[in-house]
Each structure stands twice: as structure tokens, then as C-alpha cells.
Nanobody, 122 residues
């Protein structure tokens, strides 16, 4: 069974950058589509982006293009979310996730990390 563990969250000032990591174990991450989600305080969890096994990227949310980037390092069995120009409204708990390739980046994922806090504040 695939297990996912996030790291590298924390606090950052507005305009700053942060790269979240999500290490996989129990199986190879390159066999799955991968995604990142976030849950802001008082709001429902929302999808950010999905990177398919094929290399296709789907952005679930209309972020300004290029501000958030999902990528993976198969040699490290790890996925990442690079976040630039962070804003206070980006504050929340961020989750990594993986799904079987047949789901095609649909909004249903099979494996989830435990979540990690990101706080954007001056």
C-alpha cells in the first residue's frame, strides 16, 4: 500500500516561496497520478493540481499561471509543490495525494498524506 508523508511546510512572508515535499513508500510513485490539495481555515478542501503518470498536468483551480507548480522526482520517490508569490489567502493545510492512473486526474484520489500547515503572514 502506498504511504505518503508531507514535509517542508511552515511560515513564510507574503511574496515568499516555499516548496512542499511528499515522500512515498510502499510502492513507486511513478505508477500513479499525483496531486496536491489544500484546505483553508473554515473552508472545504480544494484541489490545486494533478500530474498524471503520462506527464500531463491539470490545474484544478484558476491560480495565476505559474504561481504553483507540481512536479516529481522518481529517483527519490517524492513529489513536490513549488509555491511562489505566496499570499495570506494561501494559508491552510496542504495535502499530497495519489490515484490510480485510470482515474485520469478526476477529483477522486486513493491515497493521502496527513497534511502539513502552511502559514503566509507578515
Amino acid at each position: 500500500q502506498l504511504r505518503l508523508v508531507e514535509s517542508e511546510g511552515g511560515s513564510v512572508q507574503p511574496g515568499g516561496s516555499l516548496t512542499l515535499s511528499c515522500a512515498a513508500s510502499g510502492n513507486t510513485l511513478d505508477a500513479y497520478n499525483i496531486g496536491w490539495f489544500r484546505q483553508a481555515p473554515g473552508k472545504e478542501r480544494e484541489g490545486i493540481s494533478c500530474l498524471a503518470k503520462t506527464g500531463r498536468t491539470l490545474d484544478y483551480v484558476l491560480f495565476p499561471k505559474g504561481r504553483f507548480t507540481i512536479f516529481r522526482d522518481n529517483a527519490k520517490n517524492t513529489m513536490y509543490l513549488r509555491m511562489n508569490d505566496l499570499k495570506p489567502e494561501d494559508t491552510g493545510v496542504y495535502y499530497c495525494a495519489a490515484q490510480l492512473p485510470i482515474r485520469g486526474c478526476a477529483y477522486e484520489f486513493d491515497y493521502w498524506g496527513q497534511g502539513i500547515q502552511v502559514t503566509v503572514s507578515s
